[in-house]
């Protein structure tokens, strides 16, 4: 571990603030140290190893992926590609799919999408974006703009122009925000991940779908890290009984490869055309067979397991005295311990053998779906005994 330690410092980029575990091995939820230890996980890799580590199928499914065909470039067909993308198409009722290989890239696709589709219909300045204050949507130097967050929108500019924040849950704000004419589309996570998992007001989405539907505005859901089973249902927008003209995943969709996918519906189908994007990765043989056998796996069986694992976890938390709330949908939740900073919480988690992650000042677990309830419980009493040692402390 301590040369490991060394050689991360000396040759890694400082981006990352590393909590000190170094996961060697693992099965499913449970994964072990240099040493052994065990540790429950209940951030699967930021929402990403949806069935877990090494999980058996997907292990399958991909290898027999490695033993035909690795890449071969979007020049050609590609048979797990066109599969998933049926797929992908057929459990969402959209029509058209553009793969890529992160959620950034995703979000990128639908940004370029609702662009063209704007100056395709109404010609140029039209092209302004609304996202939300506290919204996550990628580090590329557009997904930054597009991220609501002030601290995201330093040391690299000229940023990219054309985004407009507004804070959730004003629907007038919007209102006055769209008055211009000049803008094309609204982006919006339904549940805001690294903004402290805040699910967003069922009665704001409405409104938000109205303002689009009355000024031919396209809704953009960034699925990246609610998508794929995550919140109970395949996709968030599910849940709010809506339909986003473009949505954006990845994270859990390949199940621990990188991928993402940019998905658009009956007004956005047509949009983009021969050229106008391109990916020399997207849509790799290898992701591809991975997301095929995880989303052909979250079926109704798999989601109400997920939404009876988020009941439990909320019942099993909401009854320690330390803890002040735990918001979310599905396995998507954000805890708030009293009087105690998350890293602190979660660096005595991992001390107890139990992996959460952090989300602003929440606790955040984004638990494999098909996390065992046994195991679970096992990884929730590890993380009550972190929160109790912890609380009252800061
Ligand atoms: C993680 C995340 C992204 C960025 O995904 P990357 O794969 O890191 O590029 C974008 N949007 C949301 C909502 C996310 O949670």
Redesign the pocket.
């Known amino acids: 571990m301590e040369d490991i330690k060394a050689m991360d410092s000396d040759y890694i980029a400082h981006t990352y603030g590393r909590f000190n575990l170094l996961i060697n091995k693992g099965k499913g939820s449970v994964v072990y140290d240099e040493n052994n230890k065990e540790y429950i996980d209940l951030g699967s890799g ?1 929402a990403v190893n949806s069935f877990g580590i090494c999980d058996d199928e997907w292990k399958k499914a991909v290898i027999d992926q490695i033993d035909s065909v690795t890449h071969t470039s979007n020049l050609y067909y590609s048979s797990p590609q066109a599969k998933l993308a049926k797929l992908l198409c057929e459990r969402t009722g959209m029509k058209k799919v553009f793969f890529a290989n ?4 995703a ?1 990128e696709c639908a940004i370029k999408v609702a662009r063209k589709y704007s100056s395709d219909k109404y010609g140029e300045g039209r092209s302004s974006i609304i996202t939300l204050v506290n ?5 590329t130097i557009t ?1 930054l703009s597009a991220t609501g967050q002030d601290v995201f929108h330093k040391h690299f500019g000229p940023f990219t122009g054309g985004f407009k924040y507004a804070h959730a849950g004003d629907a007038e704000e919007l209102k006055s925000l769209v008055k211009d004419g000049d803008v094309c589309g609204i982006m919006i ?1 339904l549940v805001q ?2 903004g402290g998992v805040i699910p967003l007001d069922p009665a704001y989405v409405d409104e938000i779908v109205k303002i689009c539907n009355d000024n031919d505005i396209l809704l953009i859901v ?1 699925e ?3 998508g794929n089973g995550r919140t109970g249902k395949l996709y968030a927008f599910e849940n709010y009984g809506i339909k986003p003209d473009i949505f ?1 995943t ?2 859990g969709l390949a199940g621990g490869l ?1 991928f ?1 996918a940019c998905v658009m519906g009956d007004k956005t189908e047509g949009v983009l055309a021969k050229g106008d994007h391109g990916s020399t990765f997207g849509g790799n043989p290898i992701c591809a067979a991975g997301a095929l056998s995880i989303l052909s796996r979250i079926d109704d069986e798999l989601l109400n397991g997920v939404t009876k694992r988020s009941e439990f976890i909320k019942k099993k938390l909401e009854a320690v005295d330390e803890v002040e709330s735990v918001t979310g949908l599905g396995l998507m939740l954000g805890v708030s311990v009293k009087g105690a900073a998350a890293a602190d919480v979660v660096n005595k988690a991992i001390e107890k053998g139990c992996i959460p992650l952090t989300a602003k000042t929440k606790v955040r677990l984004l638990p494999a779906l098909n996390i065992p309830m046994d195991v679970l419980e096992k990884g929730l009493d590890r993380l009550i005994e972190a929160i109790k040692e912890c609380a009252f402390k800061q």
């Open positions: 930021i992160s959620g950034a890239e979000n919204s996550f949507h990628g580090r997904t996570e991940g690294e960034d990246v890290q609610t954006s990845a994270k990188p993402g």
